[in-house]
């Protein structure tokens, strides 16, 4: 069981209430997952500044990456260093491989980033300075570990793609396997976590070319097991279940926003609700929103 939160703002003037209303949401699925959370935000001008390439790390400190990247800004956020630079992604990718070859990428991209941590998930809302951050969009995510070790590492969000993330709340029975498959095919793993698999899956068709929605109807032909998935792009948010749909999820949408949570309760909080079109996804079909 694990709790799932995520905002997609159509109204600009909503944007410097990202953080505090994705905040919000996250503190009403902490009891789905009391073992770590994670976040992964758009549009941050003090974690993301535009036209700047964004890694998020960890495994690193702050002043270890400060000393190692003199060329780049460190924000740190609990156990993950957010580092960002004037340089295009690959180049700050192949610095920091070189300079920190001890470090974990979890998320890089434009305008992006990923923060996470163990313990309280609302402990560690506020180690990030969540309810700080402005922007477009964010998702959450609080873990009850099933089918790995409690590590900032098997936190969600999974982002394996270029401004790419993906929470799962459920378990793939097949990963195993998946994973063998991917990595014949040159893909690298950084845990042993189901759901990263899954990310792997969608990163992989996507890099080919592939648009989100044909990628997760993919996943949901090669897959098995019970899952909840809400993928999010620089440009797209979008949810999906499995066949039987037995985890729960709730989308809400209005002219402002379009939100999607595990719970009733963590769409209770934001503004305008009780004008919301309020409905459960259907099973096996992909729900896309673009930006």
């Known amino acids: 069981m694990c709790?799932?939160?995520?905002?997609?703002?159509?109204?600009?003037?909503?944007?410097?209430?990202?953080?505090?209303?994705?905040?919000?949401?996250?503190?009403?699925?902490?009891?789905?997952?009391?073992?770590?959370?994670?976040?992964?935000?758009?549009?941050?001008?003090?974690?993301?500044?535009?036209?700047?390439?964004?890694?998020?790390?960890?495994?690193?400190?702050?002043?270890?990456?400060?000393?190692?990247?003199?060329?780049?800004?460190?924000?740190?956020?609990?156990?993950?260093?957010?580092?960002?630079?004037?340089?295009?992604?690959?180049?700050?990718?192949?610095?920091?491989?070189?300079?920190?070859?001890?470090?974990?990428?979890?998320?890089?991209?434009?305008?992006?980033?990923?923060?996470?941590?163990?313990?309280?998930?609302?402990?560690?809302?506020?180690?990030?300075?969540?309810?700080?951050?402005?922007?477009?969009?964010?998702?959450?995510?609080?873990?009850?570990?099933?089918?790995?070790?409690?590590?900032?590492?098997?936190?969600?969000?999974?982002?394996?793609?270029?401004?790419?993330?993906?929470?799962h709340n459920g378990s793939f029975a097949n990963h195993a396997t998946i994973r063998r498959e991917l990595r014949a095919q040159g893909v690298e793993f950084d845990s042993e976590n189901d759901s990263e698999v899954g990310a792997r899956f969608v990163a992989h068709h996507l890099a080919r070319g592939t648009d989100l929605e044909k990628a997760l109807r993919l996943l949901c032909e090669r897959f098995d097991g019970f899952y909840t998935l809400l993928v999010s792009t620089a440009d797209s948010f979008a949810v999906v279940r499995d066949a039987i749909a037995c985890k729960p999820a709730l989308v809400a949408e209005t002219d402002a926003w379009v939100a999607m949570a595990s719970e009733y309760r963590a769409l209770d909080v934001l503004p305008g609700i009780e004008h919301a079109r309020i409905f459960e996804p259907e099973p096996e079909e992909v729900y896309v929103w673009q930006r």
């Open 3 to 167: 709790g799932i939160v995520g905002l997609h703002l159509r109204e600009p003037s909503l944007e410097h209430r990202l953080g505090e209303l994705l905040t919000a949401m996250l503190g009403q699925v902490v009891e789905r997952g009391p073992d770590s959370a994670g976040v992964a935000v758009y549009g941050d001008p003090r974690l993301s500044p535009p036209g700047r390439a964004v890694v998020s790390l960890l495994g690193v400190t702050p002043q270890g990456a400060s000393t190692a990247l003199p060329d780049a800004v460190v924000v740190a956020a609990d156990a993950t260093t957010v580092v960002h630079a004037e340089s295009p992604v690959a180049e700050l990718l192949a610095t920091i491989a070189t300079a920190l070859p001890q470090a974990t990428v979890i998320g890089s991209g434009e305008g992006f980033a990923v923060l996470k941590g163990t313990g309280n998930p609302i402990q560690l809302a506020e180690s990030f300075g969540l309810a700080g951050v402005t922007g477009y969009q964010g998702v959450g995510h609080t873990r009850m570990a099933t089918e790995s070790a409690v590590t900032p590492e098997g936190a969600h969000p999974f982002s394996v793609g270029p401004g790419q993330c993906l929470v």
